[in-house]
């Protein structure tokens, strides 16, 4: 997709620009949301929410009970 091409250029890896732009469409999603949604394995998943949480793209949500991600523009 193009736009993930974008987002590669930008310095992000193919998956976490599937999840990226997966989180700025949807907005607050679990780990497992997530995966379904952006097509990415849910064995590497929390790798890739974790490198998007230390490039300052996405935040856990501590109050809630899973665990969640918010991508932030």
Same mark, same amino acid.
């Given at each position: 997709?193009?736009?993930?091409?974008?987002?590669?250029?930008?310095?992000?890896?193919?998956?976490?620009?599937?999840?990226?732009?997966?989180l700025v469409a949807f907005?607050?999603? /679990?780990?497992?949301?997530?995966?379904?949604?952006?097509m990415v394995s849910y064995s590497k998943?929390?790798? +890739? =929410? @974790? /490198?998007?949480?230390?490039?300052?793209?996405?935040?856990?949500?501590?109050?809630?009970?899973?665990?969640? +991600? =918010? @991508?932030?523009?």
């Amino acid at each position: 997709m193009e736009e993930e091409h974008i987002y590669q250029e930008l310095g992000l890896s193919k998956n976490e620009a599937k999840v990226y732009k997966t989180l700025v469409a949807f907005g607050t999603l /679990s780990a497992a949301e997530t995966s379904a949604k952006s097509m990415v394995s849910y064995s590497k998943i929390y790798n +890739v =929410l @974790a /490198s998007l949480i230390g490039k300052g793209l996405a935040e856990i949500i501590p109050e809630l009970l899973t665990v969640i +991600v =918010l @991508a932030t523009a």
